[in-house]
Antibody, heavy 114, light 107 residues
Framework: EVQLVESGGGLVKPGSSLKLSCVAS????????MHWIRQAPKKGLEWIAL????????YYADSVKGRFTISRDNSKNTLYLEMNSLRSEDTAMYYC???????WGQGVMVTVSS | DIQMTQSPSSMSASLGDRVTITCQAS??????LIWFQQKPGKSPRPMIY???NLANGVPSRFSGSRSGSDYSLTISSLESEDMADYHC?????????FGAGTKLELK
């Protein structure tokens, strides 16, 4: 059974940093590109980043480019999202996904507030 | 960036109704579109991929179609469990972009 379990969220102050993790199981993690998507409270979905299976390519939404970094450790079956210079508008539920048409995690909440 | 204009933003319908939700792409996206269903407090669930293909486990009353730059999700006979938010996503070009969503409620 495929599982994606996000962690690392919480309440942080504007300007601070946070690193999310997504632990994958039930499939060959090292064979698949992985995504991060977020959803602000009562708002729509926003795709924010993709990393290729071998980390050779990374793509970002303009809203997070230069502040967020997607990475992965295939030996640990784990996807990461390092978030710096956090703003109130980054407050959202963050989801990881294995192929957007496939499996999504349950999400982890990040709240940026003073 | 490719804009996905989704309509309607909300709608109410009766059980057994035929329901159609549409996303219009601002540029050619081929058939690189996914439809998601999202219920309160849950992760989005892929329903249709590559515009017309039913995802695993999705009831056959759901279907996807394309007419030019307009992509549609149709529920042929609405059931109570279909009440949810629906989102489209284009994955033709980075950054991938979602429509604004449609809230489907029971009349």
């Amino acid at each position: 059974e495929v599982q994606l379990v996000e962690s690392g969220g919480g309440l942080v102050k504007p300007g601070s940093s946070l690193k999310l993790s997504c632990v994958a199981s039930g499939f060959t993690f090292s064979s698949y590109g992985m995504h991060w998507i977020r959803q602000a409270p009562k708002k729509g979905l926003e795709w924010i980043a993709l990393i290729y299976y071998d980390s050779s390519n990374k793509y970002y939404a303009d809203s997070v480019k230069g502040r967020f970094t997607i990475s992965r450790d295939n030996s640990k079956n784990t996807l990461y999202l390092e978030m710096n210079s956090l703003r109130s508008e980054d407050t959202a539920m963050y989801y990881c996904a294995k192929r957007l048409s496939d499996y999504w995690g349950q999400g982890v909440m990040v709240t940026v507030s003073s | 960036d490719i804009q996905m204009t989704q309509s309607p933003s909300s709608m109410s319908a009766s059980l057994g109704d035929r329901v159609t939700i549409t996303c219009q792409a601002s540029q050619d996206i081929g058939n690189n579109l996914i439809w998601f269903q999202q219920k309160p407090g849950k992760s989005p669930r892929p329903m249709i991929y590559y515009a017309t293909n039913l995802a695993n486990g999705v009831p056959s009353r759901f279907s996807g179609s394309r007419s030019g730059s307009d992509y549609s999700l149709t529920i042929s006979s609405l059931e109570s469990e279909d009440m949810a938010d629906y989102h489209c996503l284009q994955y033709k070009q980075y950054p991938y972009t979602f429509g604004a969503g449609t809230k489907l409620e029971l009349k």
